[in-house]
């Protein structure tokens, strides 16, 4: 009975964001766009950009607000951000690596997409706090609340004895997707490329074949060592590193609206200079993943039934 | 009309068998101070949960909880959230906000007051409990009286009726607890609001309580002023789990079995005492028990003046510490809060490195970080050591690192779990375990490494007196077997009872050391109950056997 | 004034939040359009001078660290793809490196390091509780989110202190020569602060919903007051942004830089803007400094 409330109110919210995000997608960005272009010439991409990102982070803070949540889920909320943002905060004067956004994407896979997604913008805000705040800030929150909303897309919670699994079968379809995603890529350079491959190429099509193989796998993927790293590895690297990028070359106002074509060049270079950073990052959180991701998953779902998240 | 009403209450949890509570009859009127004392695990917090709605406990229920007359699950939810008030055993996890003001109006914002009314309570309440100094602060930058204090002001702050405590002292030290103690007492001599209060802290609380209830096992053993329930306590079938933990003056008054009344403070326990002797009595002291020669104890790690501060612009924590620690006993460190008694702990096990002066494991400093001791510290919250999801693989995971063969793993934790009597919970989540079975796993975990050195912060913090007495038990198997124990400690009538010595520290050096008896009659207030009471009467009786074995020489 | 720089003490910093968030957004927004080569550096050097005097020299040196590289990579990249403008330097591979392109590239890194700068004092002054007054109005759960986010870090470090002491004392200390290890006992102490936090916090929810957390009808409260001085500096901060921003929209202080470097508008004629803008941007200076003086002043006369 309490479950099936808790359902509908879900599924009520679902739709809220659903309604909310296509009114702004649909008029409020390409206005903010045109009205851009229109009237403030050719150089306002650093302006327009982080509208647009603000767009993007409302309808998730907006519809949390409407819901009115519990306490209990509060809470969780604000543990997990500041564990993300202290483990951000803490492993990086120890190791290379950081636990931030592992903690994120293990934050969306236990908690759900919505709070998956709060966990991650909350967690890089508040970190922000103490690394500086900048206008790439509106853009961090937006990546790591995409990595812990895809998390908790597209993993599959409910069977948690199923958790140690590791069947191959099931992360074979992203996988594979990724695999030939990158080799359609490696193709289109071959025939059509210029200078290295290591470019946004790489990043597109892995975007790509990525949200097609989870796509695929929807709410399906197992959770175990193997999957999670995998998972953690490529979206880090593909979503969060892609996405960085262009905030990197938007703040640096690098495209030029009538040189579109000169700007294809210096996205490439953005992107090439990219990747060590972008892998570093990638391989740490695929490492936390693989060390404790599964076990810190066990020990939310085990808060969460021994205080009664789900009554 | 009964403020609070329990009538004929029982209680399953969920998924076991036994009722946490069995047929429970309280009637508690208005503006009374109550009492609810028992070991733990008797269902206090069972119970105090059942008088707010909204955190009472999930389970099958028998019988009615009244609230002036009406049942509190009919009573609405804005009138359950202000007029009961319910605050919690840590300082810590209660707190919401990160700023003290916020946390203040908390509860007031809930309840949806407009600025003003909120500005205009959150500034009574600042001032009556003295919190307007630190008003502005993060609550990060409290103590842990401080803390606990904000919690009871930001539920006062909603002006509550009835106030729920659940042990609120007790992960507290001597001097917060006092504090917040008086606050209580203002509260319900001022205010005329209901206290509800389960506490371990006997000593302190009796003379507060207008009545005391006394609870075994999920059901009400005796109830009513204290010294009744002292006596009921102390004379009982037996004497009961109980009995360890009522103030000093009482257990002496029951050993002794005179007639008169029963004293229930130190003042009147030195009054009764005097009528009990003749003015000169005819033996005043204990003979000291004489040191063993025969088997002279190895120093195992020693200070030697020792100089630490935390950073380079930082105020030195411990200033020119001297101190050693021998193999096979028992060594405490007392003293008050921030005087560097953890500090030197740490010190003394090669945690923290000195700036100035040396800290010798048998005999030679140390190099690169390798100790040539092995050291176990248990940390002053024990689940600083958990890892696993159940207590037999919290025991493994200590031997993860070694490599003697699975079959000796096995049978060294089969060994700890006995050694700890732990075996009926080996599947149970380590964070399921009550307060002291954690800190016995915790203890288990650090001794399966075979360490020379045991270093304990506050391990009997938050423990009932039985658990303190288990405690007491496995220190001494250890110091048995050779290994150096140093713990550091609030809890005076702990050292002077179990330890082999005793240094106080103050200002970051030792002020005095020696063994209990010789430290603690030497002292004249940071000394125990027993001794305090006793004094001038007979000299170096610091535990309550002592004065009944020197009362019971002297003829009585 | 203190070598670690004003602070939160500074003078500027106890006006209303309100205030101080309408200020940096005039400042950042109009920073984020202008392009014309003066005001681009008064931006800069006003920016400057404020991270100076709030954080003194080591948060200016930090500010320059962070916007360095993306400034020598907008400088270099522009005119390598760039290839418009008159003023041909020199070919590279055969492509042309124009003077306007190293200009323009010029232009937009200043812009980007007076956003950086300013974005930078704006941290300090708006500080968390005043983030959390101002998101209290419009998201009041996650403005309580926040709150309780910055309340858990502090404690998250002394929970992380001691864990790693008693891992330490159980002889798990791994130098940089055992990485593999080090890393995996970095994570080991991460997981164990994850459980302890978890199963704890929920002491926290207990203690909110037994204070009426969720009843309807929730205010926030708050401790900052709307005075008189506010709104004065509201109205100067209005009067003021609203001179810069006629200018920018008017086009007064319009640049091409392609083909060739054009300011549209004579330099007597973008005085006014530019002072206005100039008196936007340093009000925060002035108001610091003259609050130094006065405490000295008084303390003098104490």
């Known amino acids: 009975m309490q479950t099936k409330r808790d359902m509908t109110q879900y599924e009520v919210t679902r739709h809220k964001r659903f309604y909310i995000t296509a009114v702004l997608i649909l008029v409020c960005i390409p206005l903010t766009i045109f009205v851009g272009v229109r009237f403030l010439s050719d150089r306002k991409y650093m302006f327009i950009s982080l509208l647009i990102i603000l767009y993007t982070l409302l309808p998730f803070f907006m519809v949390f607000e409407r819901r009115r949540p519990r306490a209990r889920e509060l809470v969780m909320i604000a543990v997990m951000s500041a564990l993300a943002a202290f483990g951000t905060l803490a492993c990086s004067m120890m190791i290379p690596f950081q636990a931030g956004t592992a903690l994120v994407i293990v934050a969306g896979i236990s908690m759900g997409p919505e709070s998956g997604f709060l966990v991650g913008a909350i967690a890089r805000f508040v970190c922000n706090f103490f690394l500086g705040q900048g206008p790439w800030t509106p853009w961090q929150m937006f990546c790591w609340g995409i990595l812990g909303f895809l998390a908790g897309v597209v993993f599959n919670k409910v069977d948690l004895e199923k958790m140690k699994s590791r069947s191959f079968q099931i992360v074979r379809g992203p996988v594979l997707c990724v695999l030939c995603a990158i080799g359609a890529a490696y193709l289109s350079y071959r025939w059509w490329g210029k200078g290295p491959f290591l470019g946004w190429r790489l990043y597109i099509f892995g975007a790509i074949g990525l949200l097609v193989g989870l796509l695929i796998q929807r709410d399906r993927l197992p959770i175990d060592d193997l999957t999670l790293s995998l998972f953690g590895l490529m979206s880090t690297f593909i979503i969060y590193g892609g996405i960085m990028n262009i905030c990197t070359m938007v703040m640096s106002s690098a495209i030029d609206r009538t040189q579109i074509d000169m700007s294809w060049k210096s996205l490439t270079a953005l992107y090439i200079s990219g990747v060590p950073y972008d892998f570093t990052h990638a391989l740490g959180t695929a490492f936390f993943l693989f060390l404790f991701g599964e076990k810190v998953i066990r020990k939310i779902e085990r808060v969460k039934i021994k205080y009664g998240m789900y009554r | 009309m009964a403020q609070v009403e329990f009538r004929d209450v029982s209680f399953w949890y969920p998924m076991s068998d036994g009722a946490a509570l069995q047929h429970v009859t309280i009637q508690i009127e208005q503006a009374e101070f109550v009492v609810l004392c028992g070991p733990s695990g008797c269902g206090k917090t069972t119970l105090l949960r059942h008088l707010k709605p909204s955190i009472a406990p999930y389970g099958k229920r028998e019988g009615q909880v009244l609230y002036r007359d009406r049942s509190l699950a009919q009573l609405d939810r804005r009138a359950a959230a202000q007029q009961i008030g319910y605050v919690r055993q840590s300082p810590d996890e209660q707190i919401v906000t990160d700023k003290v003001w916020h946390e203040l109006a908390f509860g007031l914002e809930s309840l949806g007051y407009d600025q003003q009314t909120i500005r205009r309570r959150v500034a009574e309440m600042a001032s009556f409990f003295g919190i307007q100094t630190w008003f502005r602060r993060s609550v990060s930058e409290l103590s842990g009286g401080q803390k606990q204090l904000l919690n009871l002001a930001s539920v006062m702050a909603m002006q509550p009726q009835v106030l729920v405590l659940d042990e609120p002292t007790s992960q507290l030290d001597p001097i917060a607890a006092g504090e917040f103690l008086q606050a209580l007492r203002k509260i319900n001599l001022e205010l005329g609001v209901t206290i509800i209060l389960s506490e371990h802290r006997l000593e302190e609380v009796f003379p507060l309580a207008d009545r005391v209830i006394a609870m075994e096992d999920g059901h009400i053993t005796c109830s009513g002023p204290a010294r009744e329930v002292g006596d009921f306590l102390s004379r009982g079938q037996g004497r009961d789990r109980m009995f360890e933990g009522l103030p000093a003056v009482m257990k002496i008054y029951a050993q002794i079995g005179t007639g008169g009344m029963c004293p229930l403070t130190v003042r009147e326990g030195r009054l009764w005492l005097q009528s009990l002797l003749p003015p000169r009595a005819a033996v005043t002291a204990l003979p000291q028990p004489a040191e063993s020669r025969t088997h002279p104890k190895p120093v195992l790690a020693e200070a030697k003046d020792v100089w630490f501060r935390y950073s380079r612009g930082g105020v030195d924590v411990v200033r020119g510490l001297d101190a050693q620690v021998y193999g096979g006993e028992l060594y405490c460190l007392i003293g008050g809060n921030g005087v560097g008694k953890t500090t030197a702990l740490k010190l003394l096990g090669g945690i923290y490195r000195p700036y100035r002066g040396k800290v010798l494991h048998r005999g030679t400093a140390m190099a690169n970080n390798k100790n040539s001791l092995r050291v176990g510290l248990l940390p002053q919250d024990p689940q600083a050591l958990f890892t696993e999801i159940t207590v037999e693989e919290e025991l493994f995971d200590a031997l993860g690192d070694s490599r003697c063969p699975d079959r000796e793993k096995e049978r060294r934790i089969e060994q700890m779990l006995a050694q700890l009597e732990l075996q009926a919970l080996r599947r149970a989540n380590p964070y399921d375990l009550s307060g002291g079975e954690q800190q016995r796993l915790a203890l288990g975990k650090i001794l399966l490494l075979q360490p020379e050195l045991v270093l304990l912060d506050e391990p009997t913090k938050g423990l009932d007196p039985f658990f303190k007495a288990v405690l007491a038990d496995i220190l001494k198997g250890l110091a048995e077997q050779g290994i150096g124990v140093v713990m550091v400690t609030h809890d005076i009538e702990f050292a002077a009872e179990h330890a082999d010595r005793c240094a106080m520290l103050f200002d970051g050096q030792i002020v005095s050391q020696g063994r209990p008896r010789a430290f603690f009659s030497g002292n004249s207030f940071y000394t125990t109950a027993a001794d305090r009471m006793s004094r001038g009467v007979f000299e170096g009786a610091v535990t309550y056997r002592d004065v009944v074995e020197l009362c019971r020489q002297n003829g009585i | ?302």
């Open chain 3, 1 to 302: 004034m203190p070598r670690e720089g004003l602070g939160d003490k500074s003078s500027f910093s106890s006006f209303h939040p309100l205030v101080s968030f309408a200020y940096f957004a005039a400042v950042l927004g109009l920073g984020m359009f202008s392009m014309h080569p003066l005001i681009l550096a008064l931006t800069v050097a006003t920016g400057a001078a404020y991270t100076f005097l709030l954080g003194g020299g080591k948060a200016l040196r930090g500010a320059l660290l962070v916007s360095l590289p993306l400034l020598v990579f907008t400088v270099l990249l522009n005119p390598l793809f760039n290839h418009r403008g008159a003023t041909v330097l020199f070919y590279l591979n055969d492509n042309a490196v124009t003077l306007e392109a190293i200009l323009y590239g010029l232009a937009a890194a200043s812009m980007l390091v007076g956003v950086i700068l300013w974005f930078g004092c704006f941290g300090r002054i708006v500080t968390a509780d005043k983030f959390i007054y101002l998101f209290g109005r419009v998201l009041p759960s996650i403005s309580l989110v926040l709150s309780m986010c910055l309340r858990y870090i502090p404690m998250l470090r002394q929970r992380y202190r001691q864990i790693a002491e008693g891992q330490r004392c159980m002889g798990r200390v791994y130098g940089a020569r055992q990485p593999i290890r080090r890393l995996r006992q970095v994570a080991r102490e991460v997981s164990i602060l994850i459980a302890w936090s978890l199963e704890s916090s929920i002491e926290t929810s207990d203690s909110m919903e037994a204070r009426g957390y969720g009843l309807p009808g929730r205010t926030s409260f708050h401790i900052f007051r709307f005075t008189r001085r506010d709104g004065w500096a509201l109205a100067v901060i209005a009067v003021l942004s609203a001179v810069a921003t006629a200018g920018l929209v008017g086009g007064i202080t319009e640049v091409y830089y392609y083909p060739s470097v054009v300011c549209t508008h004579r330099l007597t004629d973008i005085l006014p803007v530019a002072a206005a803008h100039l008196a936007l941007l340093a009000l925060p200076i002035f108001i610091d400094i003259e609050g130094e003086r006065r405490w000295r002043k008084w303390n003098f006369e104490m």
